[in-house]
């Protein structure tokens, strides 16, 4: 099987998350309000928190299982990730910083590969500055080249460009769709913006404010929503200034369930 | 008046060697305590911290009891190998007390330092395929290099004004231990008061610049 299939279950104080899906490899993106947990779900798929239960297979790799006792470390599984703050060294030039994952290659092949993905996301003139000395799009697209550098099975996008203003946003969205072309991997976009979900997904995974979590293709799931809260969700597109953001706490009496359309 | 060129070279001779024990020792023992969980973390901090709120005479009484002839070291040496070997009463000891006086200040500084690196730094690295050892060495420890440097400042600065635990240790003899502080007390006890002022003069000069000097670095333990 390819693509990303998850099932998780994570319980943290105050906060309890319960989701299944499965994309596959194409843009995929989980959007919903804050707090709901998207971005945990990024964190569990990384390795970066460990699940309470369920597995993680990328491309038919099983990279956790909880009953099989499959834990595969962070550092081996090969999986790019961008988070929105980005997280580039600040003591390393950009070059040193796209170079970090290549630790196993050989001097050439190292050169080979920063400058094939500095030309791809157009940063290549860039590299030996550092990252206080470039501006904010400049920093995202080293942050993806970076990420993509070593290859990785799968490149995760944790709210990246959030802090960006709309024009820069709408590029970085253009730069991830043609990154996804070339490089040919799954990508996994997190979102609360409904106009970045609907622009960007092949597949969307809805985290709705109810708990339900829906995925399937956008078009479907915009038709044919799943419960009230994921329709409200889905249409707050059609007005430009709902997409509101408060603080939710999920309640999960009744046991989840799921509606799954696939893509 | 008297050379003071011998006291000043033992003094800056034990000063150096303790604090480049000090700058490795404390940065491993501030990265284990500030990034891993394990049962006993906060006692062995507690434990690595005793020396700082001590009297250094306490604390040279329990390395007496450790590493002196009759010391639970000494004897287990005599009872393994039959041979009887003290460091007590050389400049070794001078450089024990030292390292085990100024170690909690590296210690607290270093780990604030280390506790103070972005997690999504880490996070990051270890995503890029890393693994922790060299996390540390790439990424945590150049990042917390400010307060590791400061703390190596507070620890030489510390270690060159060692004086309680050394005279229990090291002993106070002219020509072999008497580093720079016993020798103040030694010229205060000989009425020697010009002596004493051009040595605690030196110490002050030398205290307020080290002191200043890691202040700028980062944030210093009050």
């Known amino acids: 099987m390819r693509g990303v299939e998850v099932e998780l279950r994570k319980r943290l104080p105050g906060f309890e998350l319960d989701v299944g899906w499965a994309v596959g490899d194409g843009v995929a993106v989980l959007f919903g309000h804050s707090g709901v947990g998207k971005s945990l779900t990024l964190s569990l798929i990384a390795g970066l928190t460990r699940p309470d239960a369920g597995h993680v297979r990328i491309a038919g790799e099983t990279l956790f299982d909880a009953q099989a006792r499959v834990d595969v470390p962070t550092h081996r599984r090969g999986l790019g990730y961008v988070s929105q703050s980005l997280a580039l060294f600040p003591h390393m030039s950009l070059r040193q910083n796209v170079a970090y994952g290549l630790r196993r290659l050989s001097a050439e092949e190292r050169q080979s590969r920063v400058g094939e993905v500095a030309e791809a996301l157009h940063v290549a003139e860039l590299l030996d500055r550092r990252p206080h000395e470039v501006s904010g799009g400049q920093r995202q697209r080293v942050a993806i080249a970076r990420a993509l550098a070593p290859r990785p099975r799968a490149l995760l996008l944790d709210e990246p460009f959030s802090a960006l203003d709309l024009p820069l946003r709408r590029e970085m969205r253009g730069v991830v769709r043609e990154a996804h072309e070339r490089f040919g991997i799954p990508v996994l976009l997190v979102t609360h913006d409904p106009y970045e979900a609907f622009e960007m997904a092949d597949t969307m995974v809805v985290y709705g404010a109810d708990g339900v979590v829906q995925y399937g293709r956008p078009d479907d799931l915009y038709d044919d929503p799943g419960t009230p809260a994921i329709r409200r969700l889905l249409h707050s597109a059609d007005h430009p200034i709902a997409a509101p953001t408060p603080a939710i706490r999920i309640r999960r009496s009744p046991p989840l369930q799921r509606e799954g359309v696939r893509a | ?222």
């Open chain 2, 1 to 222: 008046m008297q050379s003071m060129s011998f006291p000043f070279r033992l003094s800056m001779q034990v000063a150096i060697v303790s604090t480049l024990l000090v700058a490795v020792v404390g940065t491993a023992l501030a990265y284990v305590l500030a990034r891993r969980r394990f049962p006993g973390r906060e006692l062995l901090d507690t434990f690595v911290t005793l020396p700082l709120v001590f009297p250094p005479v306490v604390t040279g009484y329990y390395l007496v009891g450790l590493v002196g002839r009759r010391g639970v070291l000494g004897r287990a040496l005599h009872a393994a190998f039959g041979i009887e070997v003290s460091v007590m009463f050389t400049w070794y000891a001078a450089v024990l007390a030292a390292f085990t006086i100024s170690l909690p200040l590296m210690v607290k500084t270093a780990r604030a330092a280390i506790e103070s690196v972005d997690t999504e730094m880490i996070d990051a690295s270890a995503l890029l395929g890393r693994t922790e050892a060299e996390t540390a060495l790439r990424v945590v420890l150049p990042l917390a290099g400010k307060g590791i440097m400061a703390g190596v400042m507070l620890a030489f600065a510390r270690a060159l004004g060692e004086f309680g635990a050394t005279v229990m240790l090291a002993g106070n003899i002219p020509g072999r231990t008497n580093t720079m502080p016993l020798e103040i007390y030694n010229a205060v006890l000989y009425g020697d008061w010009r002596r004493a002022t051009v040595m605690v003069l030196f110490f002050t000069v030398v205290s307020v610049a080290l002191l200043l000097a890691a202040g700028r670095l980062g944030r210093v333990l009050a």
